[in-house]
């Protein structure tokens, strides 16, 4: 079993940046896939962007294509997603997830406890 953290949310303005972490422990989170997810207020959990467990290979949801980053540490035990020209429907709770290339969240089975992130207007 993989735990994962998150951190890095908060509040920004539009247009601005911020930069999520995930922070795994547990067996060999190295050779797993990872993903980012994020849910808004009222809506379901829609995928934003994955990486394989090499780095070598990444996958972003239309929406985010262009704006946002996903990388893995070079430890490869934490894995980023930095996030640019943010708009106020990026607002939502992102939670990162463990397991599957994949974009659908029910495929993973570890998942973090989500972080905040608002953007303003």
């Known amino acids: 079993q993989v735990q994962l953290v998150e951190s890095g949310g908060g509040l920004v303005q539009a247009g601005g940046s911020l930069r999520l972490s995930c922070a795994a422990s547990?067996?060999?989170?190295?050779?797993?896939?990872m993903a980012w997810f994020r849910q808004a207020r009222g809506k379901e959990r829609e995928f934003v962007a994955a990486?394989?467990?090499?780095?070598?290979?990444?996958v972003y949801a239309d929406s985010v294509k262009g704006r946002f980053t996903i990388s893995r540490g070079s430890a490869k035990n934490t894995v980023y997603l930095q996030m640019n020209s943010l708009k106020p429907e990026d607002t939502a709770v992102y939670y990162c997830?463990?397991?599957?290339?994949?974009?659908?969240?029910?495929?993973?089975?570890?998942w973090g406890q989500g972080t905040q992130v608002t953007v303003s207007s």
């Open positions: 997830a463990a397991g599957t290339m994949s974009v659908v969240a029910a495929d993973f089975g570890s």
């Open positions: 990486i394989s467990w090499s780095g070598g290979s990444t």
């Open positions: 547990g067996r060999t989170f190295s050779t797993y896939p």
